[in-house]
């Protein structure tokens, strides 16, 4: 791999936020929660898990806003739209969010709140 590669690479991998993936590539396969995950949708109906990667949000990363939710995905606050929260009891405990990208910029496909426990 050329050197200006090597060091973009390296560059991009290092400005990435800190957030942890949730990816279903047989990882979590054993998990006691992977059928719950693979159950959630949103209030629209949308299954979550099937058509996204989800993200465990910081708390610094999440908060509401006139009485909606918003996210902060790649630095750019985005707001929830209301048919898209999960309102079932959060088993993770952590906030999530599934984004899927359209025409290059993220949207929210299902949000799930924080336990708060």
């Not at 708390?59 to 630095?75: A, C, L, M, Q, S």
Request: hydrophobic share 40%; glycine share 8%; aromatic share 8%.
């Amino acid at each position: 791999m050329p050197p200006v590669i090597r060091v973009a690479l390296t560059v991009l991998v290092l400005a990435l936020p800190n957030w942890a993936v949730a990816r279903d590539d047989g990882r979590y396969a054993n998990s006691p929660l992977k059928p719950w995950f693979d159950s959630l949708k949103s209030k629209g109906g949308g299954p979550c898990c099937s058509d996204a990667d989800g993200l465990a949000l910081s708390d610094v990363d999440w908060d509401t806003k006139d009485g909606h939710y918003r996210v902060r995905i790649e630095g750019q606050w985005i707001d929830v739209p209301d048919d898209t929260v999960i309102t079932e009891p959060n088993r993770a405990g952590r906030t999530m969010v599934w984004p899927i990208y359209l025409n290059g910029r993220p949207v929210v496909r299902c949000f799930m709140p924080g336990s708060m426990i």
